[in-house]
Every structure is written in C-alpha cells, then in structure tokens.
C-alpha cells in the first residue's frame, strides 16, 4: 500500500510555470507506475500524464503535449509535474495516482491509489 501527497499548487497567471510534486509512503514506490489526473468544477476527472517505474516512459494527454513534463525520483519516492505555458483551461484539482500494472494507462479506474489533490488556477 502507498499514501500520496501532493503539493505545489496555486495561483498563477496565463503563461506562467507550477511545479506539482507527490511523495509517495513506503519503500516501493519504484513498483508503481504513476499518473497526474485532474478534475474541473462541474467537469469529470481527466487524464493528464504518466510515468512509467523507471521513469523511461512517459505519456501525455494531447492537450499539455509540449508544455507539461511528468518526472520522477525514485530514490526520493516523488513524482513531479513541470506545467508550462499554463491556460486558464488548465484550471483544475490536481491529484497524483499510483498503480502497480506496468502499463501506462489514461483510465483512472485502472490506478489504486490516489492523492488529496492540489489546486491549480490560472488566470487570464
């Protein structure tokens, strides 16, 4: 089993840059492969990106292909989220998933265990 906590939300404007982090309780954190997903009001949760365990694998949803990085530090049990050139339709609850499959997969159902979330606003 495995908690996750994720912090580094806010508010920022059009354009500019947050940096998400989840760690990650337990001492194999490096079993799971991870995912950011994100929810907007009054909208379903999304998929947003994932990482493989070793980290040699990423996949991205279309929309933040260019501007959003996901990474991870095994030996730090964290996986991060470097958002970039950040829209107003990036606004959104944050939240870090963990799930011991090896594929990457987009479907949250596919994914154990989740985090609190964090929020994210930008402003236009």
């Known amino acids: 089993q495995v908690q996750l906590v994720e912090s580094g939300g806010g508010l920022v404007q059009a354009g500019g840059s947050l940096r998400l982090s989840c760690a990650a309780s337990?001492?194999?954190?490096?079993?799971?492969?991870m995912g950011w997903f994100r929810q907007a009001p009054g909208k379903e949760r999304e998929f947003v990106a994932a990482?493989?365990?070793?980290?040699?694998?990423?996949d991205y949803t279309d929309s933040v292909k260019g501007r959003f990085t996901i990474s991870r530090v095994n030996a730090k049990n964290t996986v991060y989220l470097q958002m970039n050139s950040l829209k107003p339709e990036d606004t959104a609850v944050y939240y870090c998933?963990?799930?011991?499959?090896?594929?990457?997969?987009?479907?949250?159902?596919?994914?154990?265990?989740w985090g609190q979330g964090t929020q994210v606003t930008v402003s236009s």
């Open positions: 337990g001492r194999t954190f490096s079993s799971y492969t």
């Open positions: 998933a963990a799930r011991t499959g090896i594929v990457l997969t987009t479907l949250s159902r596919q994914y154990n265990y």
């Open positions: 990482i493989s365990r070793s980290g040699a694998s990423t």
